[in-house]
């Protein structure tokens, strides 16, 4: 993800921009940016987790709506079948599991409503983590919260410990997060998000967008979905790790075919833009790729031949006209991983035919 900073500032920025768009959306930062500016905004990722995510930074529902529907859910689905074995045994009390199958399944049924979007991303958000002292933020047996441990290490690491799993009550944990998240949402501006690969998806938008503000899957990164295969349970999927990454970008393994992808975005993203739009793009690379993502960035533009005229580079996370930070930013990433993530926006200054080269010119 990257900080919700990130997205705002560029609605400072360009604020002439009404519709916003995301064609690799994540976790939908900047469509909450763009709604907390007042802009519209469509997302699209290819995953579905994120998707869900993303779908519930649109949405404006109160915490009771959510915590009733809970409870309706767990009600009516009391009978959803659990999954078995050592993992399901050891990650969730039982009566946890069940009531959690009984949310799966209910949402599976239930049509998207304002409602079950919010309750859906709240239990993504619950399911796994550490577990606390105090009163309990996560459902599972100790866990990472950002990433799902594979089956086998996590039952190993529980087993070692004698840590089993303790009851949690979904409805509890989901009530104590919908009342902090969900008391002072700003206001709806609309928009969607749109489950699908980035280019086709967007050819397929009718709408006009004036600002793009995203970042593609960072070049090296595999592990988008296998990580998150617990929340990918709960959304439908099967009960294990699916280790293919269907869609994502990441499986272009070369460096020339990752580049050809996001060109094919850039000039699908071109077509679906107004003369005049601005791209801004964050983009990294796994240290062990050992790749610039500056240069992969800035060829997959010149390659999209579709009128992106380079405007500005720089490190990311160095704030927009501020010189000093900039430094200070190369300074630390000097000391950190040398990842380099960049900062890289574009105007879109004519459409060319597919072939020409962009013009680039460094900022
Ligand atoms: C760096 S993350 C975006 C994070 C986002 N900015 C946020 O704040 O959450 C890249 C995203 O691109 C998605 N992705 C990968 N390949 C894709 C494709 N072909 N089409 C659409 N999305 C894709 C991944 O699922 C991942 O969510």
Not at 294 to 306: I, P, V, W, Y
């Amino acid at each position: 993800m990257f900080p919700l900073d990130f997205p705002l500032q560029q609605m400072t920025k360009y604020s002439d921009a009404r519709r916003v768009l995301d064609p690799f959306c994540g976790r939908g930062t900047t469509l909450y940016a763009a709604r907390l500016a007042g802009r519209s905004a469509v997302g699209i990722d290819v995953n579905p987790v994120a998707g869900a995510i993303a779908q519930a930074k649109l949405a404006r529902v109160g915490p009771s709506s959510v915590v009733r529907l809970a409870r309706d859910l767990i009600r009516e689905y009391g009978d959803a079948s659990v999954p078995k074995g050592d993992f399901w045994d050891w990650a969730f009390h039982d009566q946890t599991l069940r009531e959690l199958a009984a949310l799966r399944e209910g949402l599976l049924r239930w049509q998207d409503t304002a409602t079950s979007v919010m309750l859906r991303a709240l239990i993504l958000g619950v399911l796994h983590g550490p577990r606390n002292k105090g009163l309990p933020s996560y459902l599972s047996n100790q866990m990472p919260r950002t990433y799902a441990s594979k089956p086998a290490y996590a039952v190993r690491f529980w087993r070692e410990r004698d840590l089993r799993p303790v009851h949690i009550d979904p409805v509890e944990v989901v009530a104590r997060r919908a009342e902090r998240m969900l008391r002072n949402l700003p206001p709806r501006t609309g928009g969607r998000v749109l489950l699908g690969d980035a280019a086709t998806t967007v050819a397929r938008l009718r709408r006009r967008f004036d600002l793009v503000v995203t970042s593609p899957p960072y070049y090296g990164m595999r592990t988008y979905v296998p990580d998150q295969w617990l929340r990918n349970w709960f959304l439908g999927g099967p009960p294990n790790v699916p280790y293919g990454t269907e869609g994502q970008l990441a499986t272009k393994r070369s460096q020339a075919a990752f580049v050809s992808a996001m060109a094919e975005v850039w000039r699908a993203v071109a077509e679906r833009c107004s003369p005049g739009a601005h791209l801004v793009v964050r983009f990294g690379a796994l240290p062990s790729a050992g790749v610039s993502p500056e240069k992969m960035l800035l060829a997959s533009l010149t390659e999209a031949g579709a009128g992106w005229l380079v405007r500005d580079v720089r490190p990311a996370g160095a704030a927009i006209g501020s010189r000093r930070q900039a430094e200070q930013f190369n300074r630390k990433q000097r000391m950190g991983p040398a990842v380099g993530d960049i900062d890289v926006t574009a105007e879109l200054i004519r459409r060319q035919r597919v072939g020409n080269s962009a013009t680039s010119r460094r900022g």
